[in-house]
């Protein structure tokens, strides 16, 4: 299973990896089991950003929390509707644009930050995100 | 005069009751010559017939389209790319249903149905599309115009669907708008109806893509605008012909179910092509595939390979089965200017002919080292349905010579079996010549798919399931279903609407039982019908009467049971 774990809280090393490790058999084996983690989702951050510019960009935390915060496992759109409807950064062709916004979610489940993308902002694409 | 006028209106009285009663009489008569006749102006040898053969070929097909999914048995090949892109092969064997349905046996669709939902099923399969990640990030893509690739190879294009890899999604798109055209089922515009799940990996969590058939459908189309009818890339930057033949096809079906003019597809790529002389409509040669811009795909627009016959251009006809459906003449000529070669390059055994250290396809990747055996026969595979996409060809034109000189060359050299009414050619990666000149090698694409389809088309038989579409009128006609397809194989079944007929014939199957039954759906409440089995007058059905092989049940269809140690021919004809 390749889980993403960044972290910034300042512990001990040894410390971080005891609580890493422990918190990734909980993991694996509530996994196994089928079991719920007991952790919530809440995202902390989320980012649709132009591929050709990258200075454009637009926040989507808010929308994105609303679908997934609160819940172990969530199953967040990410086309438009991250942006409100906008394309962001119209230049181009359509089916060119279709690869011209990346989306970057960053949720956390108790104290582990897990980050998926850059993904296109596509329209017919879901992220599983799950404690 | 008053007793008069009374004699006189009695004597017209009784001499229009007796008329009256004559006409009844006489009309009864004639109604019951009326039926007789009705019946026997309905010849059963008039219809569509289905062999053996051609049976075994669908209960194969069918059987396969069962796997569990991730089994693959039976869509195997030693041609290692295609060995990942099942895509093709699968999508072959869902036309060879449709023609079937569409041409042969239209009033029967239980095994056709299923079984191209099945087959759409393993379209959705990881096996079938994960290699579109690397793909989409390599594959054959080099540097294009020095147009840097990181742009497009950031680590989330995985989604099979979104841009090109037309590879998949225009056979896709063909397939499930035939499926609608021939049902009236719009399960493939439901919300998820094409649901590509990645599970994880590559550090980036699970993702699922979500498409309709309208979704791939407006998906392509637009692809075609923005290159200015180049065409939908296949890998990005890369637009093959062959490719987009599917879609362009696909797009007639789709424009007939919902009004579009996505038609122009096909005409407009092919203007294109000629204008910038990738086509010869001369020597009906063209390339293979073009490069585009990454960018702007209608622009910096480069041939890759050679102008080549149809062996080489693709593949022997791989394209034209499809463009039969909007460009029949042209497809026509180009047979016929290239038909003497293609036909003795195969008979000969010259197109299983090694040739020199490398030896080339520009189909599917590249070349080939003649010194690895397993390359060799790769490269052979790819001959082979090379072979079946030629046979598939003289069928769909109508050259019945040809057609049946290739079936007969693969009946004595393909080691066909029969295998539980199964009818196939098995692979065989021996692609070695015999002494004769003969190749007994044969690719799965072929043996299970092209040569299938080739032997159930009559002539025009996809250019007919491209435009001669169903509709409503079609989708309340009666028809058959619960047919035990191992006791009985359903040879004809087909509802002639001018004589308000139902023909059916049954024949055996590879499991022997002393009798068997189908159901009649969609027969008129109201309406009777006469019942002849074998030629022979069984009886009217109706609501009041039945004959006795007959059982009508509560949900308004009729059951009809069968001995099955022969072949049995119903017909039913509405009075």
């Known amino acids: 299973m390749a889980v993403s774990i960044r972290t910034s809280l300042p512990l001990l090393p040894a410390l971080v990896a005891q609580i890493l490790g422990v918190s990734s058999v909980r993991a694996q084996d509530a996994f196994v089991q089928g079991q719920s983690t007991g952790l919530y989702i809440k995202v902390t951050s989320c980012v649709v950003s132009s591929v050709r510019d990258k200075s454009i960009q637009q926040d989507c935390t808010a929308n994105a929390s609303k679908f997934c915060d609160g819940v172990p496992r969530c199953e967040l759109p990410i086309g438009l509707n991250l942006t409100d409807g906008r394309d962001i950064d119209p230049v181009g062709v359509p089916t060119v644009r279709r690869l011209g916004k990346v989306v970057v979610v960053e949720f956390q489940c108790g104290k582990t930050t897990e980050r998926r993308g850059p993904n296109p902002q596509n329209n017919n694409a879901t992220l599983i995100l799950a404690c | ?575």
């Not at chain 2, 199964?422 to 004769?436: A, G, K, L, Q």
């Open chain 2, 1 to 575: 005069m008053k007793l008069r006028h009374v004699c006189l209106l009695v004597s017209i009285a009784a001499l229009t009751m007796a008329t009256a009663v004559a006409s009844v009489a006489s009309a009864a008569g004639a109604s019951v010559t009326k039926e007789a006749r009705r019946s026997e102006l309905v010849n059963p040898v008039d219809y569509p017939r289905m062999t053996d053969k051609e049976i075994g070929h669908i209960r194969h097909i069918a059987r396969l389209s069962r796997n569990p999914p991730g089994d693959w048995s039976g869509f195997d090949t030693i041609y290692l790319p295609l060995q990942g892109e099942k895509m093709f092969v699968i999508a072959f064997m869902a036309y060879t249903l449709e023609l079937a349905q569409h041409e042969l046996t239209p009033a029967y669709h239980d095994i056709y149905k299923s079984s191209i939902e099945n087959l759409l099923k393993k379209m959705q399969h990881p096996d079938v599309w994960y290699s579109w990640m690397f793909e989409s990030r390599h594959g054959s893509v080099e540097t294009i115009k020095d147009e840097p690739m990181d742009w497009m190879t950031n680590p989330g294009w995985i989604d099979p669907i979104l841009k090109d890899n037309i590879q998949l999604k225009a056979y896709i798109q063909q397939i499930a708008a035939a499926y609608q055209m021939l049902y009236g089922d719009t399960r493939y515009e439901q919300p998820g109806a094409f649901t590509f799940k990645w599970t994880g990996g590559m550090s980036n969590g699970q993702m699922n893509f979500r498409y309709t058939l309208t979704d791939i459908t407006k998906n392509i189309y637009e692809e075609m605008v923005d290159s200015n009818f180049v065409g939908s890339a296949c890998e990005p930057g890369r637009v093959f012909w062959i490719c987009n033949a599917p879609s362009n096809a696909g797009f007639l079906i789709y424009d007939h179910l919902y009004g579009t003019h996505y038609g122009d597809a096909g005409p407009r790529m092919k203007a294109k092509w000629i204008k910038e002389g990738f086509r010869d409509p001369q020597t009906y040669m063209s390339v293979m595939f073009v490069s585009t811009s990454l960018r702007d795909p209608s622009t910096n627009v480069e041939p890759r390979t050679p102008m080549m016959d149809i062996a080489g251009s693709e593949e022997a006809g791989w394209a034209a089965v499809y463009n039969v459906g909007w460009d029949y003449d042209y497809s026509r000529a180009q047979y016929l200017v290239h038909r003497e070669k293609e036909l003795d390059e195969i008979l000969t055994g010259r197109l299983f002919k090694v040739q020199g250290d490398q030896d080339a396809s520009y189909a599917l990747a590249g070349s080939f080292d003649t010194k690895t055996p397993e390359e060799i026969a790769g490269r052979m595979a790819v001959r082979s349905f090379q072979m079946g996409f030629f046979t598939t060809y003289a069928a769909e034109m109508g050259d019945r010579e040809t057609k049946e000189k290739l079936l007969a060359y693969a009946e004595r050299n393909f080691h066909p079996r029969w295998e539980n009414g199964e009818y196939y050619y098995p692979r065989n990666d021996d692609y070695s010549i015999d002494e004769r000149g003969n190749v007994h090698g044969v690719d799965v694409w072929a043996g299970s798919a092209l040569l299938p389809i080739a032997r159930l088309d009559r002539g025009g038989g996809l250019r007919d399931l491209y435009t001669n579409q169903w509709g409503d009128k079609q989708y309340k006609q009666p028809y058959i279903s619960d047919v035990d397809t191992l006791a009985a194989g359903v040879s004809q079944a087909f509802y002639d609407e001018r004589k308000d007929a139902l023909v059916i014939t049954l024949i055996p199957g590879p499991i022997k039982t002393k009798e068997v039954s189908f159901v009649v759906r969609q027969l008129e409440p109201g309406k009777s019908y006469t019942v002849i089995k074998d030629g022979q007058t069984i009886g009217q059905l109706s609501l009041k009467q039945h004959p006795a092989s007959t059982i009508w049940q509560d949900d308004g269809t009729v059951k009809v049971l069968t001995s099955i140690n022969a072949p049995h021919t119903f017909v039913l004809v509405g009075n």
